[in-house]
């Protein structure tokens, strides 16, 4: 089933509700171990947890993503890129407050009849205790329309 | 810390990407897709027998080689794409090259080429990053 483009372009401009994330010790010990790196000194948290902090204290899921952009299942999800920028490193037991949305929407055909593939573009923005904005996190992803 | 156009980053190596770590990383990020932690799933998809890794965490190992180039907190921004996938046993490496050295004020800072090679000399990851090297 092909969401109508009406519908999934009415989705740039969309706002997260927003909040706040704060990496736990415990969360920042299991993520950098799993990444295969050594801990991090003086509290840094992994650049990697600007995939999930961003996404989870805007307040939101991937799950919710999916579901958003009908998605027709996880497995017809594919990421095009992330665009990570720190403006200063992420670091542990801080209250990073996250704003952000849906900024861009494309849809294009996918080369069976009638399939189409419904491009999102999400940015995010991590902001520290003083306001002050720590990371933004922008990416794109691909909902696959196949089954026309 | 020297560095200049065509040095190449000292690289990173994952020598055994495992199913367990997938389940753990599946569970911080909230992240429900079965292709990180059920085989059936992803073999009933014609993806073969083996789980398949987060994005995210193969941006880790790039973002690992930086750190140990350049030291944590160094890295200013990583953009990539991802032209392949990496699976559950599988080892690859991180590699990088500089292609531009920027002063701003008192910092330098590295634009590089980076990407995620697999044994087969294809691509998992490509893209670039923007690091701070620490001052001499």
């Not at chain 1, 009908?70 to 999800?77: K, L």
């Not at chain 2, 921004?77 to 690859?92: D, K, M, N, S, Y």
Request: with cysteine; charged share 25%.
């Amino acid at each position: 089933m092909v969401p109508p483009e009406a519908a999934i372009a009415a989705l740039v401009g969309h706002a997260f509700p927003g909040g706040t994330y704060r990496i736990a010790h415990w969360e920042n010990f299991l993520l950098t171990e799993a990444t295969g790196s050594a801990p991090l000194p003086e509290g840094l948290a992994h650049p990697a947890h600007l995939f999930h902090v961003p996404i989870a204290g805007a307040g939101t899921t991937i799950a919710e993503l999916f579901e958003l952009a009908q998605a027709g299942s996880d497995s017809s999800v594919t990421i095009d890129y992330y665009d990570w920028e720190y403006f200063a490193p992420l670091r542990e037991d801080v209250a990073y407050t996250a704003r952000g949305g849906i900024t861009e929407h494309a849809r294009r055909p996918a080369g069976e009849a009638g399939a189409v593939v419904d491009s999102l573009t999400y940015r995010i923005e991590l902001f520290d205790e003083a306001g002050t904005r720590a990371a933004r996190a922008s990416f794109r992803w691909h909902f696959w329309r196949l089954e026309a | 810390m020297m560095a200049k156009p065509g040095d190449e980053i000292p690289s990173w190596t994952m020598e055994r990407v495992t199913a367990e770590r997938m389940r753990t990383v599946a569970a911080i990020l909230r992240d429900p897709n079965p292709v990180h932690w059920d085989r059936d799933y992803v073999a009933a998809r014609g993806a073969g027998p083996r789980t398949i890794n987060q994005s995210p965490i193969n941006v880790s190992y790039v973002a690992n080689m930086l750190m140990a180039w350049a030291g944590p907190g160094s890295i200013r921004r990583l953009r990539v794409g991802f032209p392949g996938a990496v699976f559950e046993e599988e080892t690859v490496v991180a590699r990088g090259v500089v292609h531009a050295i920027e002063r701003e004020g008192s910092e330098t800072f590295a634009e590089c080429e980076v990407w995620l090679e697999k044994t087969d000399g294809t691509r998992a990851v490509e893209g670039s990053a923007r690091v701070a090297l620490p001052s001499e």
